[in-house]
Antibody, heavy 117, light 111 residues
Framework: EVQLVESGGGLVQPGESLRLSCAAT????????MTWVRQAPGKGLEWVAN????????SYVASVRGRFTISRDNAKNSLYLQMNSLRAEDTAVYFC??????????WGQGALVTVSS | QSALTQPASVSGSPGQSITISCTGT?????????VSWYQQNPGKAPKLMIY???NRPSGVSNRFSGSKSGNTAFLIISGLQAEDEADYYC???????????FGGGTKLTVL
């Protein structure tokens, strides 16, 4: 059974950093693109970043480029999102997702990140 | 890259059919057949309902179907049931940066 489990969310102050992790089980992690999607409270889904199977290609939404870094460790079956210089508008639930057939076929339960002073 | 345009809300009675539109541009939906649809219930993670415009993942009811015309994609739900009440989001490849974009979401109410 495919499972994606996020961790590392929490409450931070503006300007601080946080690292999200996503543990993947039940499939060959190294064979898939992976994506982070976020959802601000009461708002819609926003595509944040994705990473190629071997980590050689990464893309970001403009609002996080230069502040967030997506990475993966295929030996540990884990996906990461390093978030620096956090802003109030980064407050959201962050979902770890797997990409298959150009769609997001499996989602984690989400990790809540709250940026507030 | 702007979000794809979806109606904020749609509604229908049990047994009816409804259609949710997702309008993009000639640079995204108009060019790529990489449109997917997601169902999200309150407090839950989204669930993939349609991929590559019109394909249904295993386990998704055949009451859900998808299509595309020009720069607009459609999610059609037939034989509406109370359990279909949820938020629905479309997503498309853009061919530019960022490579993917979601629609703003549509709240489906089953009357």
């Amino acid at each position: 059974e495919v499972q994606l489990v996020e961790s590392g969310g929490g409450l931070v102050q503006p300007g601080e950093s946080l690292r999200l992790s996503c543990a993947a089980t039940g499939f060959t992690f190294s064979g898939y693109w992976m994506t982070w999607v976020r959802q601000a409270p009461g708002k819609g889904l926003e595509w944040v970043a994705n990473i190629r199977q071997d980590g050689s290609e990464k893309s970001y939404v403009a609002s996080v480029r230069g502040r967030f870094t997506i990475s993966r460790d295929n030996a540990k079956n884990s996906l990461y999102l390093q978030m620096n210089s956090l802003r109030a508008e980064d407050t959201a639930v962050y979902f770890c997702t797997r990409e298959e057939y150009f769609a997001l076929d499996y989602w984690g339960q989400g990790a809540l990140v709250t940026v507030s002073s | 890259q702007s979000a794809l345009t979806q109606p904020a809300s749609v509604s229908g009675s049990p047994g009816q059919s409804i259609t949710i539109s997702c309008t993009g541009t000639s640079s995204d939906i108009g060019t790529y057949n990489y449109v997917s649809w997601y169902q999200q219930n309150p407090g839950k993670a989204p669930k993939l309902m349609i991929y590559e415009v019109s394909n249904r993942p295993s386990g998704v009811s055949n009451r859900f179907s998808g299509s595309k015309s020009g720069n607009t994609a459609f999610l059609i739900i037939s034989g509406l049931q109370a359990e279909d009440e949820a938020d629905y989001y479309c997503r498309s490849h853009t061919g530019t940066a960022p490579p993917w974009v979601f629609g703003g979401g549509t709240k489906l109410t089953v009357l």
